[in-house]
T-cell receptor, first 116, second 111 residues
Framework: AAGVIQSPRHLIKEKRETATLKCYPI?????VYWYQQGPGQDPQFLIS???????DKGSIPDRFSAQQFSDYHSELNMSSLELGDSALYFC???????????????FGDGTRLSIL | ELKVEQNPLFLSMQEGKNYTIYCNYSTTSDRLYWYRQDPGKSLESLFVLLSNGAVKQEGRLMASLDTKARLSTLHITAAVHDLSATYFC???????????FGTGTSLTVIP
């Protein structure tokens, strides 16, 4: 079965540079989520999109922005990178929850971002 | 803000033994999810619990949900080395689309 695809898998940047992470959700999934996971930490929610509109916003820094395109893929744009941005960035997708039904989020393999 | 806590944070157990991981959350929710994560890898969905009293089992793992106590448990029966991983519970609210993850339990099964 098709899974969530993220690219690149690894990315090395220097401070103050910019980075763009890409996410291709499972076909027919209409909701995309971005998470940041630091070493030994639990995933922290950044932002989500439903049907190409921003849905929820978590602890996403102002230096970061994201969008979902007409083909449902999403990009996380990160600017003025800092050392503390080094982390594993996950994208997940799901079907929009219907009332009373829970839909698990399906996670990609992540992008490991290292800031030098 | 919704808080999700797990205990223990670290668990080392011998093969063949049983143990339970606990997940407590701070506000009303009837949707709870368990995930497994191997080091540096993605999160794999294990269980989706959608109502009070829900119980699901897969192999040596069994998860349950008590929404009144705001508590979920992940029970491990006769542990084997392949179960070594970090286990996360996650809760979502009907008002939003985000998951609130627990602190994670790092499980090591010793032969």
């Amino acid at each position: 079965a098709a899974g969530v695809i993220q690219s690149p898998r690894h990315l090395i940047k220097e401070k103050r540079e910019t980075a763009t992470l890409k996410c291709y959700p499972i076909p027919r999934h209409d909701t995309v989520y971005w998470y940041q996971q630091g070493p030994g930490q639990d995933p922290q929610f950044l932002i989500s999109f439903y049907e190409k509109m921003q849905s929820d916003k978590g602890s996403i820094p102002d230096r970061f922005s994201a969008q979902q395109f007409s083909d449902y893929h999403s990009e996380l744009n990160m600017s003025s990178l800092e050392l503390g941005d080094s982390a594993l960035y996950f994208c997940a997708s799901s079907l929009k929850r219907r009332e009373g039904l829970g839909q698990p989020q399906h996670f990609g393999d992540g992008t490991r971002l290292s800031i030098l | 803000e919704l808080k999700v806590e797990q205990n223990p944070l670290f668990l080392s157990m011998q093969e063949g033994k049983n143990y339970t991981i606990y997940c407590n959350y701070s506000t009303t929710s009837d949707r709870l999810y368990w995930y497994r994560q191997d080091p540096g890898k993605s999160l794999e969905s294990l269980f989706v619990l959608l109502s009070n009293g829900a119980v699901k089992q897969e192999g040596r793992l069994m998860a349950s949900l008590d929404t009144k106590a705001r508590l979920s448990t992940l029970h491990i029966t006769a542990a084997v080395h392949d179960l070594s991983a970090t286990y996360f519970c996650a809760v979502d609210l009907s008002t939003g689309n985000q998951f609130y993850f627990g602190t994670g339990t790092s499980l090591t099964v010793i032969p």
